[in-house]
């Protein structure tokens, strides 16, 4: 009986574990290796009509949210950016979302204008990385508006089916 | 007999839950130890290292605002126009999105720039993706801190 016990302890962790790192390689036959290996030199295996169209979400939810910092629409912007975003901004000063939500709510980040180009979308599963160029005139109350150029980075994650903004991190162009 | 029953499954289920726990701090444990071989490779101008470390696909983002591949950003630290005295990181957050993993931090760097001295505090976002079996860096971004 403490045999059998023991050995469904040992059996079942095994299991668990087997479970739980399904990244790590399986034992494969050798034509099945030699695929594998094949297959590691080659690009991603998902049919490109995939990652075309995830690009297409994710530059579509890119232009909500540069309308929704013009429109100053907090609404919008609540549901773009996951809970738990960490948002850095330009002067190095890092953000949750509540509390940025909170400066664009209260009016006190203001975005007058928000221009981006040099966009550039990767996908890798369910997370896509943007990396953009945008010129903005921002106003930091109770600072004076200023227009800057920068690189800003937003990473998505999908979580729950919606891709969301998980992090934002800006660069100012010197 | 009873007793040893009730411990045994206890442990049986004691596996179960910490599993999952455990496989996510295994990753975090291969990116700080990643973490660590960029900072050494960057120290030691060590062209070789970050290729390995480096994804084809890399994006980096200087704290200038100026944005480097892959190919140009090696090159630039082979030509030796930046030597990296030290790195030292604070403020360490390691997010982990099954293959794609965040890493923020603070970090003091210590740097000669054309010859130049300069120390400087940048908040780092590293995004690491499992490229087949291998963590990458496929995005590289500072910001100066004031």
Not at chain 1, 1 to 12: D, E, F, H, N, T
Not at chain 1, 44 to 53: D, E, F, S, Y
Not at chain 2, 105 to 122: D, H, M
């Amino acid at each position: 009986m403490k045999q059998l016990l023991i050995l469904l302890v040992i059996s079942g962790y095994g299991l668990c574990g087997y479970a739980q790192s399904s990244p790590r390689p399986r034992v494969v036959s050798k034509p099945e290796a030699k695929e594998q290996r094949q297959a590691a030199t080659k690009p991603l295996p998902t049919p490109k009509t995939t990652i075309a169209n995830v690009k297409q979400e994710i530059l579509k939810l890119e232009h909500q949210w540069a309308l929704a910092l013009l429109n100053e629409d907090a609404i919008r912007l609540e549901t773009l950016l996951a809970d738990n975003l960490q948002y850095t901004r330009a002067n190095g000063k890092v953000e949750t979302k509540a509390g940025y939500l909170k400066s664009i709510r209260d009016g006190i980040t203001k975005y007058s204008l928000v221009k981006r180009d040099d966009i550039k979308v990767q996908v890798n599963g369910e997370t896509a990385i943007v990396t953009a160029r945008w010129k903005t005139t921002l106003q930091n109350k109770p600072n004076p508006p200023m227009t800057t150029t920068a690189r800003y980075q937003h990473v998505y994650v999908k979580q729950g089916g919606r891709w969301l903004i998980t992090t934002h991190q800006t660069t100012e162009i010197k | 007999m009873k007793t040893k029953t009730y411990l045994l499954s206890f442990l049986f289920f004691l596996a179960l839950t910490i599993t999952p726990q455990a496989q996510s701090n295994k990753v975090e444990q291969a990116i700080i130890a990643l973490e660590q071989q960029w900072v050494d490779a960057l120290v030691k101008a060590d062209g070789a290292a970050l290729e390995q470390i480096y994804s084809d696909q890399l994006t980096y983002t200087h704290s200038s605002g100026s944005t480097d591949t892959k190919a140009e950003y090696i090159t630039n630290l082979k030509a030796g126009k930046t030597k990296y005295e030290s790195l030292v990181r604070e403020d360490v957050k390691v997010r982990v999105f099954g293959n794609t993993v965040l890493h923020t931090s603070k970090t003091n760097i210590r740097l000669i720039s054309n010859g130049q001295p300069s120390a400087f505090a940048v908040k780092v976002l590293h995004v690491w993706v499992k490229e087949g079996s291998k963590w990458r860096m496929v995005a590289h971004q500072t910001t100066r801190l004031p």
